[in-house]
Structures are given as C-alpha cells and as structure tokens.
C-alpha cells in the first residue's frame, strides 16, 4: 500500500472568503496526484468547496509557489495555493 502524500493547502482573496480559511494541512488518499485530482478532491466536500472551487470558476494555482495547472503533480509536503485571477487597472 503506497503511502499517502500530507500537503499543505493555502487559499487566497475569494476562495478564502468563500471557505472561510486560508490554509489547512491535509493527508489526501493515494489517488490524488496532481493538482487537478486534488481540486475534484477538495469540491466532493461539497457545500462551499463545490462553489468555491467549481471547474468553471477561473482559478490559478501554485504547487510551492510556482504557478502550475491541473496536471503537475503533487509532492510529499507540497504547498498548493488556489486563487482567482489577478486583475489589475
């Protein structure tokens, strides 16, 4: 039995709002490998996770601090960060 990866979560400006924290520590089970199965993951939560990370929504993501999309992988002890996008004027 493979071992199961702890990460570390970090979410920002809407999603943050909208879930109510801005980080959280999370073994996630072994079919979770990258950043794509962990946001489907996360959304089974339902309620707001559903919304906040819905597939439609727009939404960055980093894997320690390097923007990634929903197929880099994930790493024992990583930093995944979920955001929207960043507008400016």
Do not use: H, K, Y
């Not at 727009?58 to 929207?84: H, I, W, Y």
């Amino acid at each position: 039995m493979a071992a199961r990866m702890q990460i570390e979560l970090r979410f920002f400006a809407s999603v943050r709002e909208l879930l109510g924290t801005g980080r959280e520590s999370l073994e996630v089970p072994e079919q979770v490998r990258t950043v794509g199965d962990l946001r489907q993951f996360l959304r089974e939560r339902g309620s707001v996770w559903a919304e906040a990370l819905a597939e439609q929504r727009a939404l960055r993501m980093a894997v320690d601090q390097t923007m990634s999309d929903a197929t880099t992988a994930l790493s024992d002890g990583c930093e995944v960060a979920f955001f929207p996008p960043v507008t400016g004027g």
